[in-house]
């Protein structure tokens, strides 16, 4: 559990993703009470200097040692990074905000939406999950209206943007954009097909049944946030 402190030592793993970039403004936008901000992410990044209210901040390389006397650490690096680091923070006593899909749907970890299940934060062992971006908006909008008329089926088809995709894909929409209104041949290295003046109804692998990995988070975390199995859920997720 997090003691409460007029001031907490914050991480963001991921710093300088998308998200990342993202976690460290709303920070200073919010006026969270930061004493200290510690910015991690790959080698790549080592020694990049960000910035956090007026103050240069620099960033390291994520590693196993980085979470000692780290009150709250903020993940957004990927699964993979949450698998093998978020235990390892959580030993140290840090509390995990993760952002991956690394930890959705594990029993012991609760998946919250503060506007929807805040309750859930009262049994974490360490880390909290944080939905699928399409999973978070949705249930903000069914939660009132199962309150008042219980939800039997939903069915919904989402239009996403390529910054969801990360740094890189925004990079290839800019190109390929760049490319098309040049006249010029495109290349795709991020998206299988072109993304520029396009939508791909395909987002992250296909799954057994037909459905996208992205549309099962949006059926599976539903499920876990609302604590209702017996809601349905269909969706077609197009980037
Ligand atoms: N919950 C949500 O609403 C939501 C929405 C969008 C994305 N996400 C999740 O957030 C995560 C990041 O997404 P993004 O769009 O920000 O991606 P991104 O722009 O590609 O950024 C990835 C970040 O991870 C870091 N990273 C990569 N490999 C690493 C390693 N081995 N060790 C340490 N750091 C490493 C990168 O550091 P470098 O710059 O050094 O490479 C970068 O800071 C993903 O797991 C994604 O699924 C969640």
Known sequence: MLKKKKEYVVGVVGATGAVGEEMV????????????????????????????????????????????????????????????????????????????????????????????????????????????????????????IHDAARIRRVVVTTFQSVSGTGKKAMDELLKQTTALLNFKDIECNVYPHQIAFNVLPHIDKFMEGGYTKEELKMVNETKKIMGDDSIKVTATTVR
């Not at 620099?58 to 979470?67: A, G, N, Q």
């Not at 235990?87 to 506007?115: C, I, Q, Y």
Request: hydrophobic content about 40%.
């Open 25 to 144: 403004s709303v920070l200073e936008e919010r006026n969270f009470p930061v004493a200290e901000l510690r910015l991690f992410a790959s080698e790549r990044s080592e020694g990049k200097v960000m910035e956090f209210k007026g103050d240069p901040v620099t960033v390291h390389k994520l590693t196993e040692e980085s979470f000692k006397g780290v009150d709250i650490a903020l993940f957004s690096a990927g699964a993979e990074r949450s698998k093998n680091f978020a235990p390892v923070a959580v030993r140290e006593g840090t509390v995990v905000v993760d952002n991956s899909s690394a930890w959705r749907m594990d029993p012991e970890v609760p998946l919250v939406v503060p506007e929807v299940n805040p309750h859930d934060l009262e049994w974490h062992k360490g880390i909290i999950a944080n939905p699928n971006c399409s999973t978070i908006q949705m249930v903000v909008v069914l939660k009132p």
